[in-house]
């Protein structure tokens, strides 16, 4: 009973009702952040919360169209809006916002990235961080220059489950890492036609999409990026064969310890899962698991956390022990509640940055750009190429 009651408050804290902070900025003025779409993923990546940050007000949004701005501002209680053709542009012009959260496909991250940065305004980008490693490398370059903070935004990174996985790995208590299998998934119907996933342009694909965040976390996991893709298989969308709906991929990893073995590792994801008996929707898994040299370590949900999760680590010969990690322990100082979404743990971070604080975590430039690369180098194995690049130029020269 207490587990389902405590299920039911973080679902609603995290993603229904937020708790709400008057805001207390110690700078005088809370961070005044502008939404670059209408974006579905917006309210609960940046919106909810920004309800529970005290340093953060979601100050504007924009949209294509001037009617869809409005209705969205003023679902969300955000009190600017700006739409048309020269919609994104005017919010970026807008002097009082300090920081951007662009939302926008894949393809056109680059560009409005490019911008945000070039009108001076501090960026949360969403995953993956554009079309092609270039790209990425090009606006993390600008945002260094600038001294602006770019963060592409892989939510998972700031939770502490995650955390808490990666330090049982590398205390060594189950040995080396001999293998590591990645899953995630979205039931079929939830991404359909016209589904900005579905647009090569656009920056489509499950790799893009899905498969952006089981590379990652292999990457975090392993400390290290991929030395060698083994296999590479993919699904293509019968309406644009360019498009993967489905991509799996063996990698190999450096040894996790000196003089060990490389570690095998397999990812999986899949936009469209087949219903079980043709009728009963199935996500495909959000799973990581992880065998060593001395036992197992499997953790459940490490996208969503906050609904719910387990870690199980089962030493070989032992006994099999379950952790849930909802925040870091009281003792360690760092910020959290039970109920705080990975999106609540990356603004806090985020946040922390553009104040000049030391964030709990990052996700560097460096990461965000070796992300891509790889993304891109499985889709050559697989024969789809990378998706295209932006044709933006920021500066004539470019
Ligand atoms: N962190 C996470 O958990 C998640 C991240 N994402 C990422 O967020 C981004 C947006 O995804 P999501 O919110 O699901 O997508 P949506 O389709 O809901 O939103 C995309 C927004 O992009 C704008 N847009 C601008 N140009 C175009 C165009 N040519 N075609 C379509 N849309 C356009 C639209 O804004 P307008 O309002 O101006 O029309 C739209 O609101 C993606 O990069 C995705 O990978 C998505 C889901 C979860
Ligand atoms: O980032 C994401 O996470 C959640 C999914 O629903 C979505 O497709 C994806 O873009």
């Not at 340093?55 to 924009?62: G, I, L, R, T």
Request: some cysteine.
């Amino acid at each position: 009973m207490a587990a389902v009651i405590g299920f039911l408050k973080r679902l609603n804290a995290a993603f229904i009702n937020p708790p709400v902070v008057p805001k207390v900025s110690e700078n005088g003025t809370p961070l005044k952040t502008g939404i670059l779409g209408a974006a579905n993923i917006a309210p609960i990546a940046l919106i909810y919360p920004a309800k529970s940050h005290p340093d953060v007000e979601v100050y504007a949004v924009a949209a294509r169209d001037i009617t869809r701005a409005e209705q969205f501002a003023k679902k969300h209680g955000i009190n600017k809006w700006f739409g048309g053709q020269n919609g994104y542009q005017q919010l970026l012009d807008d002097p009082d916002i300090d920081a951007v959260y662009n939302a926008l496909p894949n393809g056109l991250h680059y560009e409005w990235t490019m911008k945000a940065l070039a009108a001076g305004k501090h960026v949360l980008l969403e995953k993956p961080s554009g079309n092609t490693a270039e790209e990425a490398r090009r606006m993390f370059e600008l945002a260094n220059r600038k001294n602006l903070v770019l963060l592409e935004a892989f939510h998972y990174r700031f939770h502490p489950v995650i955390q808490r996985v990666k330090e049982i790995i590398d205390s060594g208590e189950l040995g080396s890492m001999k293998e590591m299998q990645f899953v995630l998934g979205w039931p079929k119907g939830f991404v359909s036609d016209g589904n900005i996933r579905l647009n090569y342009s656009l920056g489509g694909g499950a790799l893009m999409d899905a498969g952006c965040y089981t590379l990652s976390c292999a990457r975090y996991l392993a400390s290290n990026d991929p030395t060698a893709i083994v296999d590479a298989k993919t699904l293509r969308y019968p309406k644009d064969p360019r498009i993967d709906t489905a991509t799996s991929a063996d990698l190999l990893f450096p040894p996790s310890t000196p003089g060990g073995e490389p570690v095998k590792v397999s990812m999986k994801c899949d936009m469209m899962v087949p219903p079980r008996f043709g009728i009963i929707p199935r996500p495909e898994g959000v799973t990581v698991h992880i065998v060593c040299e001395q036992g197992d370590v499997h953790l459940f949900n490490y996208t969503m956390p906050v609904i719910y999760h387990y870690i199980t680590v089962t030493p070989h010969g032992g006994k099999k022990r379950t952790e849930k990690v909802y925040s870091f322990p009281p003792t360690s100082s760092v910020k959290g509640e039970a109920w705080w979404s990975t999106y609540r743990y990356q603004l806090e971070a985020f946040v922390d940055r553009v104040r000049g604080r030391a964030p709990q975590t990052w996700v560097t430039g460096e990461d965000s750009i070796q992300n891509m690369l790889w993304i891109e180098k499985i889709y050559e194995e697989i024969g789809l190429g990378s998706r295209p690049q932006s044709s933006f130029q920021l500066f004539a020269d470019d």
